[in-house]
Each structure stands twice: as structure tokens, then as C-alpha cells.
């Protein structure tokens, strides 16, 4: 089974006005929009003019006092899947496609009710950010993050209003870009003369960690919610070395390991979400003929769509929507898609303890959130949790928030403890939250 890594950053970065966005980059209005009150910005950033190399970004108001609000940046991983097409259209932003793929509808729980966003799809070769040099498609983590620390400050030179304003950054990935990612802007403030990002706090969702230790917490979570057999979870535990454990994977374990792990994804993956094993599955042969048809696809599960990722690529791939967006300006030979299918990206980044990049920022007085969704099986909460502890331990820290219980609204959020006011674990009751509006706050402070 391969393992993916989710991750949020925040930071937030108060607006004083709207003065200097670019108008060249002004969405008009997206194809099957409803009518809405906030603006949206779309386009090109140049990470490498020598080559050829730019990101492409999504860019939307909170669709109220936008400059009295604070800016979330949502990256994402995979490696290599879209942010605008995962956060932008199916997770947090402000519209989800229409069931039959040729327009959009109103997401209510969208995060611009209380913030600005920015999607980037990084690296290039991810949704419609690209290269013309073709070497730049076989990438990894640290050319990754590079890119990032460029288009930053590029995208701070297209909209200057942000500039001198305090921030928290927002970042969801599934590899260690994200840390290095904040290694580079923490050097870049160390040696920089002018102009320094006023870095607030990190929040990860679901990381993966340490792959020793995270990978072995998947089966322990499949056998708990009664997923796997008792025969298959106990050959897992004592068959598995995980220890030696590496990507690409799974060639060092033993035959009987690799056989398990082969039962599991069979009964396992085919049935259910595995990023929400509460959640049903799409079938894309299905889901594809109704969209081709002009017929609605939309599965609803528990109050979620759970076809939207192939509706969002039909939409995607209209001609009408890239024009809107200022996308694909280069027509680019391949299809749009979710996740990228022209990347080359290093699996062994996996391999790389996260641990000690955590420990290096909260050594730099930056608030860490660690938090983790309660039916995530990919990255479970049991990994995620033990591993904090254990940084804490390391780093000396005293427990500053016992262990308990958090609320949303009159009912448990999910729970939280703290470690040295600098380093928080929570975990998140998926249910509670799922279908619902987004509490009427800004972004979660996690600064104290």
C-alpha cells in the first residue's frame, strides 16, 4: 500500500486594503457560477524564467471586509495533486463542481467566510503549472520547496497589499516540502536585509511523520474498525519489519509481509474511502458515462458528494473554464487531471524523518498544530499522536493542556492536550463537521 502524507500550515496575514492586485488576473465569472459578491484571481507565477517553469494559482476574496480578513494559503501534496482542483473546488473553497460537471455550485462550509485563499498547484507538471525544460518533471521535495519560497515572494510582488502584514501560512502536503518549505522562509528572514515573512505558527493535518512508525499504525487502525481479520493483522505484526521499511515499498519486507499487505489492499481499498473509511466510494466507470451524458453523477454520502473529484475533472477540462481561470496558456499535450500523471517524483523523500524539521521550527518560537482527522486511515491519529509525545519528550517540553476534550457548537470537537505552549496534538471528529458551516471565526489561532 503506498502512503501519502496530508499536511496543513497556517498563516495569516491581515489585508489593509485592495489596492495593487493585478487586474490582468481578475476571474470575470467561471462558467456555471452562481452569482457571488467576492473576487476571484487566477494565473501565472514564473519560478524559473530560464527555464521555463511557472506555478499556476487560484486566488479568492473572503467574501466579506476582504481586507480586514486573513489569507490562507492552501498547498497540496500527493506528491503531485492538485491544490486548486482538491482544496479549490472539492474541499474548502468556495464552490464544488455541479453534479453533471458543466458549472458549480455554493459550498457553504467554504473557508472564504472567513478568510482570503490562495491554491498553488506545485510542482510543475501538477495541474496547469508546467515547464518547458522536460528534466524539471523529475523533482522531489527540495527543489520543490524552492519553488514555493520563489513563488512567494513573486505573488507578494502581484498583490503588495499583503506585503508588511503580520501572517499565518496555510499548507497541505503530502510529502516534507511543507517543512522545508518553512526552513527556507524561516534562512530567508535570517539573512534577508528587506523584506522578511512575519511567520506566526505551523498546523499539519494527518503527516506523515516517520514512516517506521506511521506505517505500522494503518494496520492497527484497519484491524480496531473491524477491516482487516485477526489472522491478516497478526501475519502483518509479525511478519513485518517495518523497521526497514522504505519507498518505493513494499521490496525489502519478506514474502508473507508482502502478501498480507497484498490481502489488505485488495478487501480494504476497493471498498471504501480510505481517506474517510465512513465515507463511500465513487465508481468512475459509472461517474464518467453520466458526465459525458450531460447527467448528473452526484453520489451523496453522508451529506458529501462523493463523485466530485470526477466531476471537478470533467469541469477542469472544458476550454471555456481554462480561458476564465487564464489556464493551460501554453497548451499544454496532456489532459487536466486531480493528480498529476507527467511527474516523476522522488518516493524516497518519504523515507525522511519529519521530526527533527518540527523540533528545528518550534526551536525558532513557532507554534506547531498537529491535528488528525478520527476516520483518516492513511496517516492515523495513533501514529501522529505517539510521535508528538515523544517530540515533546525530546525537546523537554512539560504537558501545558492536559489531555481532554474540545467543542464545537455544544458537542465534542474531538480531543487536545499540549506540550510546552509551543507543540499542540488534536484530533477532529470528522462527523461533527462534515456537511456543516464553518464556525463563524477566523482561522484558528495558534499562537496562543
Known sequence: MGLCRFSVVLIVLVLVGVEGYPVEDLVVNLPGQPQVGFKQYAGYINVDVKTGKSLFYYFVEADKQPDKKPLTLWHAGGPGCSSIGGGGFTELGPFYPRGDGRGLRINPSSWNRASNLLFVDSPAGVG??????????????????????TFLLK??????????????????????????????????????TGFKFNLKGVAIGNPLLNVDRDIVSIYDYFWSHGMISDEIHLTI????????????????????CNNAIAAVDSTVGMYVNIYDVSRDVCYPSIAEQELRLGKVATKI???VDVCMTYEGDFYFNLPEVQKALHANRTNLPYRWTMCSNVLNYSAADGNINMLPYLARIVKNHIPVWVFSGDQDSVVPLSGSRT?????????????TVPYGVWFHEGQVGGWTTEYGNLLTFATVRVHLFRGQRLPNTTSPSIDG
Open 387 to 399: 510521535l508528538i509525545r515523544e517530540l515533546a519528550h525530546d525537546l523537554k517540553f512539560q504537558i
Open 301 to 303: 454520502s453522508i451529506g
Open 128 to 149: 496547469w503549472s508546467y515547464s518547458n525544460t522536460s528534466s524539471d518533471y523529475n523533482t522531489g521535495d527540495a527543489s520543490t520547496a524552492k519553488d514555493m519560497h
Open 237 to 256: 505484526m509479525n511478519e513485518c519489519d517495518f523497521d526497514n521499511f522504505a519507498f518505493p515499498s513494499p521490496y525489502n519486507l519478506s514474502v508473507a
Open 155 to 192: 505573488w507578494y510582488e502581484k498583490f503588495p497589499a499583503f506585503k508588511s502584514e503580520s501572517c499565518f501560512l496555510l499548507e497541505k502536503a503530502m510529502q516534507d516540502t511543507i517543512y522545508r518549505n518553512w526552513l527556507l522562509l524561516l534562512d530567508h528572514n535570517k539573512y534577508s
